[in-house]
């Protein structure tokens, strides 16, 4: 990880663990999810609101007015529209993606669920996706109570599956096969 990246990451880890605390204790992490699920979808959608958390060009007050006036409009909660203020004002709105990423996996780890990125060759079927998670159920165990399949097609995968739970990763795919099998050939002549 590059030095900015790291730091970006620790300020919005600071930012996230506190609104993460703070919506815990005033039980208000259902309401803290729906408010992340929706400022994300904003960023994802609009150019001039990443334009505006990103560009130099605009002053501490320009952004803490526009950041007040879009968390009104979309409703967030207190504790979120205060912590965008208070970025704002600390000129920190460039880590509002890490700022709810963190807040997602957060969020996450405290409802037990656990994310799996899935790589097929062709899109999976429900009954895949079903039998997939019952399978990882068992692999993780019971830490975690639900898991979600985050999944995608890679073609060049020609078949099977990658999986990625945390930090392990399950590669089954026939490219990975082939490729093992080359290597053995070349040690072999």
């Known amino acids: 990880m590059s030095e900015p990246a790291s730091i970006s990451a620790g300020v919005a880890g600071r930012y996230a663990t506190a609104v993460f605390e703070l919506a815990q204790e005033g039980k208000g992490l259902k309401a803290l999810e729906k408010d992340v699920d929706a400022l994300d979808a904003a960023l994802s959608a609009s150019a001039d609101l990443r334009d505006l958390i990103s560009s130099p060009i605009y002053s501490r007050e320009d952004q803490a007015g526009a950041v007040s006036a879009i968390a009104s409009r979309m409703g967030l909660g207190q504790t979120l529209a205060s912590t965008l203020g208070l970025m704002a004002a600390n000129r920190r709105l460039f880590v509002l993606p890490q700022l709810l990423a963190a807040l997602r ?44 399949l985050k999944a995608a097609v890679d073609e060049s995968l020609i078949g099977g599956l990658v999986v990625k739970v945390g930090s392990k990763m399950i590669d089954t795919s026939v490219r990975s096969k082939l490729a093992s099998l080359q290597n053995a050939m070349k040690e072999v002549g």
């Not at 079903?130 to 639900?146: C, N, R």
């Open 105 to 148: 996996a957060l969020i996450a780890e405290a409802k037990g669920e656990v994310t799996a990125e899935v790589w097929s060759a062709q899109p999976l079927t429900s009954a895949q996706s079903s039998s997939l998670v019952a399978a990882l159920k068992q692999t993780v165990g019971k830490d975690a109570k639900d898991i979600k």
